[in-house]
């Protein structure tokens, strides 16, 4: 009964905080806002893939969605940027705080991303490339600060629109691309194409680094000497989807509004490449170099 209580104590602050969210983000002056980002709520009107029906079937469940658009790219540098801006503009100081990216992460990984640490988020040049390093959360003020600005636009496609982190169920319907029993977002069983092209942004091991265990008989990776991708690319590189959606596997994981975190990431091996891959332990809780987003439309 106690675990109960404090359980529906937690979740009645959460509301009230998301209401005391949603009220500072209100004082935004979005006519002003979506006057600064036309050109990028231009360019997100052209990215909108609508996805009218489709399913996605593992072996254990089968996953609809219908009737939602969803940015056929992962959001970038320079659109997330946008929304940092217009929150310190407007003097949102404890938003920010909130959503400001932590640059520390590339650190903690390697000090040979001491580089990525002072440039990546800041720098001209990787404005296409995903943002990373963010919480779920401030990808939520995203897609909530989007919507208002996308409502304030006067030359919008849509009308009554809302935008949102796409639903495990929704992100996997998109990124299975009409494919039915689909193991990765492209056709076929293997992580590179007939020209021996690899279809994602991962990383590769090759087969002198793979193993079988004399005590366990279990195939291991050795970590040491790994060829990979050493780095995010910019959001539309590799080939998209039949649904014309780049990097639903590879480049960066991507939240969900579940929690759940898909289609590994640069930093991944290849099997967490496959559509059905269970999330890579703690990819989905603090902010790192793997985790980024990308956003799904309703219209009312």
Not at 219 to 241: A, C, G, M, R, W
Request: proline share 3%; with cysteine; net charge neutral.
């Amino acid at each position: 009964m106690k675990k109960y209580i404090l359980t529906a104590a937690i979740a009645m602050l959460s509301v009230v905080f998301g209401f005391a969210q949603n009220a500072e983000l209100n004082k935004i002056d979005y006519k002003k806002s979506a006057i600064d980002n036309a050109l990028q709520i231009k360019a997100l009107d052209n990215r909108l893939k609508l996805i009218q029906s489709g399913k996605f079937i593992t072996t254990e469940k089968t996953y609809s969605a219908s009737n939602y658009y969803i940015d056929i790219q992962e959001t970038t540098n320079s659109f997330y940027n946008a929304f940092l801006n217009d929150l310190k503009k407007n003097k949102l100081t404890e938003i920010y705080e909130k959503c400001k990216i932590d640059n520390s992460t590339w650190i903690k990984l390697s000090e040979a991303f001491e580089t990525a640490s002072k440039y990546y988020h800041t720098d001209s040049k990787y404005n296409e490339y995903p943002v990373v390093n963010i919480t779920k959360e401030s990808a939520e003020l995203f897609c909530q600060w989007l919507t208002n600005v996308y409502a304030a636009s006067t030359a919008t496609k849509y009308k009554n629109a809302i935008f949102a982190l796409p639903t495990e169920e929704e992100w996997l319907v998109a990124a299975a691309g009409g494919i039915e029993n689909t193991i990765y977002p492209w056709e076929g069983k293997f992580l590179h194409n007939k020209k021996g092209e690899l279809m994602a942004n991962f990383r590769v091991a090759g087969e002198e680094n793979i193993r079988i265990n004399p005590n366990t008989g279990n195939i291991e990776v050795l970590d040491n000497n790994v060829l990979y991708q050493s780095s995010p690319v910019p959001v539309k590189s590799f080939t998209p989807n039949n649904y014309g959606i780049y990097q639903m596997s590879g480049n960066v994981a991507e939240l969900t509004s579940d929690g759940k975190v898909k289609g590994g990431s640069w930093h991944s091996y290849g099997y967490y490449m496959q559509l059905a891959a269970e999330d890579i332990p703690g990819e989905n809780t603090q902010p790192n170099p793997f985790t980024g987003f990308r956003v799904i439309m309703h219209v009312k």
